[in-house]
T-cell receptor, first 115, second 116 residues
Framework: KAGVTQTPRYLIKTRGQQVTLSCSPI?????VSWYQQTPGQGLQFLFE???????NKGNFPGRFSGRQFSNSRSEMNVSTLELGDSALYLC??????????????FGPGTRLTVL | AQSVTQLDSQVPVFEEAPVELRCNYSSSVSVYLFWYVQYPNQGLQLLLKYLSGSTLVESINGFEAEFNKSQTSFHLRKPSVHISDTAEYFC??????????????FGRGTSLIVHP
């Protein structure tokens, strides 16, 4: 099976702009989670989507949003970018079965730099 | 709420020496424990996990971790490291979240640097 893919791999934006990141999960996986990775904070959970519905959400402002399509592909959007949004954004997919602690399969990430 | 503490941000070691990467967690409920590894310029990948049963779990590349409930620890060990083990290692705790899914909380990572 192909792994989790994320596009683009690198992105440079300026403050105030918005950005959309894309994630294609492993075939058959219905859960997609997004994480922000920074040197100071480590990995922080943004949100999880399952069957096109947001199932869990972390403690991030409303500028961070996401969605999932019927084919389980997911997009994450950040509006009104701030310098502090510079980070590696990781997407992870899993089968999403209820009652089972899934292994998360991570993509290579999108490196976002905000100038 | 749960938290994960990785006590060492960086662990330098010589090749073929043993290594231990420490992980402690706090949680008011039963948890499931994971170690993930991130090689340079790559995403995270699962190294090993504890769900139930034997408290000692092993990976295919020689790492092992032991779940110690009384000390709320899940330390990662390898008796002899290789240059290729140089990477960032993340400990994660997964309690049951709303909606029936398990959302892992990650530690801040330990950078293992293996010197020749």
């Amino acid at each position: 099976k192909a792994g989790v893919t994320q596009t683009p791999r690198y992105l440079i934006k300026t403050r105030g702009q918005q950005v959309t990141l894309s994630c294609s999960p492993i075939s058959g996986h219905r859960s997609v989670s997004w994480y922000q990775q920074t040197p100071g904070q480590g990995l922080q959970f943004l949100f999880e989507y399952f069957s096109e519905t947001q199932r869990n959400k972390g403690n991030f402002p409303g500028r961070f949003s996401g969605r999932q399509f019927s084919n389980s592909r997911s997009e994450m959007n950040v509006s009104t970018l701030e310098l502090g949004d510079s980070a590696l954004y990781l997407c992870a997919s899993s089968p999403g079965l209820a009652g089972v602690p899934d292994t998360q399969y991570f993509g290579p990430g999108t490196r976002l730099t905000v100038l | 709420a749960q938290s994960v503490t990785q006590l060492d941000s960086q662990v330098p070691v010589f090749e073929e020496a043993p290594v231990e990467l420490r992980c402690n967690y706090s949680s008011s409920v039963s948890v499931y424990l994971f170690w993930y590894v991130q090689y340079p310029n790559q995403g995270l990948q699962l190294l090993l996990k504890y769900l139930s049963g034997s408290t000692l779990v092993e990976s295919i590349n020689g790492f092992e971790a032991e779940f110690n409930k009384s000390q709320t620890s899940f330390h990662l060990r390898k008796p002899s490291v290789h240059i290729s083990d140089t990477a960032e290692y993340f400990c994660a705790v997964s309690p049951l979240a709303s909606g029936g899914s398990y959302i892992p909380t990650f530690g801040r990572g330990t950078s293992l640097i293996v010197h020749p």
